[in-house]
T-cell receptor, first 111, second 118 residues
Framework: QKEVEQDPGPLSVPEGAIVSLNCTYS??????FMWYRQYSRKGPELLMY????GNKEDGRFTAQVDKSSKYISLFIRDSQPSDSATYLC???????????FGEGTQLTVNP | GAVVSQHPSRVICKSGTSVKIECRSL??????MFWYRQFPKQSLMLMAT?????????EQGVEKDKFLINHASLTLSTLTVTSAHPEDSSFYIC??????????????FGPGTRLTVT
């Protein structure tokens, strides 16, 4: 069983839709949770990060962590064609430990 | 700030040859650099962690004699794929963490190097 599970998609939505991306994990020691966006043939860029449980909002993006369910989500409001990319969740146990990535969800926002 | 570059961005080599990929932190000092491999439509798999001035720590299943990592300075780490084979064809991505970076978020990724072995 993978430590982090993420539906690879592909996910296709119309412009303006609300997008929900999710990851589940099995390691209860994970405390740091990140979402990265990766455009084709580029390196990942950090979108959102949270520590422990709770919600965090940044513009059109909202990250949620439910440690009791071992479930994290990223919501994108008013999605734009420029949001089309692969979204990777990542987690780590401590501040200095390695990142464990999900498989990535490929998102296409159609104009 | 926090820019990481990789060179080359793309390389094609013949089977049996060696290829060196450079990873540089341009505007900060990176005490730790990470090397990942990503196959098409798959996630990033950590290959090794390197700390400046010391030997790299390799993940289980990664051949250290095949993937040579050198972190000679606070701004440069290199990955050399020795005796490359077609199955080594992949997207190699480095990331760097600054000396003051105390959280996992403060790990900055390079743009990646696409290696094709023919």
């Amino acid at each position: 069983q993978k430590e982090v599970e993420q539906d690879p998609g592909p996910l296709s939505v119309p412009e303006g839709a609300i997008v929900s991306l999710n990851c589940t994990y099995s390691n209860s020691a994970f405390q740091y949770f990140m979402w990265y966006r990766q455009y084709s043939r580029k390196g990942p860029e950090l979108l959102m990060y949270t520590y422990s449980s709770g919600n965090k909002e940044d513009g059109r993006f909202t990250a949620q962590v439910d440690k009791s369910s071992k479930y994290i989500s990223l919501f994108i409001r008013d999605s734009q064609p420029s949001d089309s990319a692969t979204y990777l969740c990542a987690m780590s146990e401590t501040s200095g430990s390695r990142l464990t990535f999900g498989e990535g969800t490929q998102l296409t926002v159609n104009p | 700030g926090a820019v990481v570059s990789q060179h080359p961005s793309r390389v094609i080599c013949k089977s049996g040859t060696s290829v060196k990929i450079e990873c540089r932190s341009l505007d900060f000092q990176a005490t730790t650099m990470f090397w990942y491999r990503q196959f098409p439509k798959q996630s990033l798999m950590l290959m090794a962690t390197s700390n400046e001035g010391s030997k790299a720590t390799y993940e289980q299943g990664v051949e250290k004699d095949k993937f040579l990592i050198n972190h000679a300075s606070l701004t440069l780490s290199t990955l050399t794929v020795t005796s490359a084979h077609p199955e080594d064809s992949s997207f190699y991505i480095c990331s760097a963490r600054s000396a003051s970076g105390g959280t996992p978020y403060e790990q900055y990724f390079g743009p990646g190097t696409r290696l094709t072995v023919t």
